[in-house]
């Protein structure tokens, strides 16, 4: 079956451009999480669905991240008016909460704010 | 405070070799315990991972070592390849919830 997708795979913006970057995750996995990698750095939290409703924010950096999920599935994270530090390469992930919590990672996508 | 501390930040093993990475948590609640490998422009794939009722797991050539008391769990790849040059990443989570994703390792297996 179809892993977990995420689009675009790059994307290249200017500084004070609002970006979407959107999550197809398996279907059936109720869990969904967003992280942030940057070059040679681990995975930072970003926020972590659990259907649709989103249980723990803790992780967006400030008020101009945000992310909603529908139909307890696909999910989009948009930042506003990007600066340069938002560059890194956003992943998406998803599990079956209830049966395991192996989480099934995307591929990224790369934003660059230049 | 970070949750999941990891090392080294970088090995190189030589073929053949054992490579080991450890981490640490401060958290006694996690009781999930991942390791990622992550090749270059892909996302981390789960490798192997343990819960806390055992002391290690063994699949194939990787074994997870893990100490409660001290709160730590370590990585072994036995016989490494060239092939297993990646980045690796620890993670402890509780009961599904946030993952919290150590530093990285990146592994160097030299032919």
């Known amino acids: 079956g179809a892993g977990v997708s995420q689009s675009p795979s790059n994307k290249v913006t200017e500084k004070g451009k609002d970006v979407e970057l959107r999550c197809d995750p398996i279907?059936?996995?109720?869990?969904l999480y967003w992280y942030r990698q940057s070059l040679g750095q681990g995975l930072e939290f970003l926020i972590y669905?659990?259907?649709?409703?989103?249980?723990?924010k803790s992780g967006l950096p400030s008020d101009r991240f945000s992310a909603e999920r529908t139909g307890g599935s696909v999910s989009t994270l948009t930042i506003q008016r990007t600066q340069q530090e938002d560059s890194a390469v956003y992943l998406c992930a998803s599990s079956l909460v209830r049966t395991n919590n192996e989480q099934f990672f995307g591929p990224g996508t790369r934003l660059t704010v230049l | 405070q970070q949750q999941v501390k990891q090392s080294p930040q970088s090995l190189i093993v030589q073929k053949g070799g054992i490579s080991i990475i450890n981490c640490a948590y401060e958290n006694t609640a996690f009781d999930y315990f991942p390791w990622y490998q992550q090749f270059p422009g892909k996302g981390p794939a789960l490798l192997i991972a343990i819960r806390p009722d055992v002391s290690e797991k063994k699949e194939g050539r990787f074994t997870i070592s893990f100490n409660k008391s001290a709160k730590q769990f370590s990585l072994h790849i036995m016989d490494s390849q060239p092939g297993d040059s990646a980045t690796y990443f620890c993670a402890a989570s509780k009961a599904g919830n946030q993952f919290y994703f150590g530093t990285g390792t990146s592994l160097t297996v030299i032919p």
């Open positions: 279907s059936g996995h109720t869990a």
């Open positions: 669905f659990q259907g649709n409703s989103a249980p723990d």
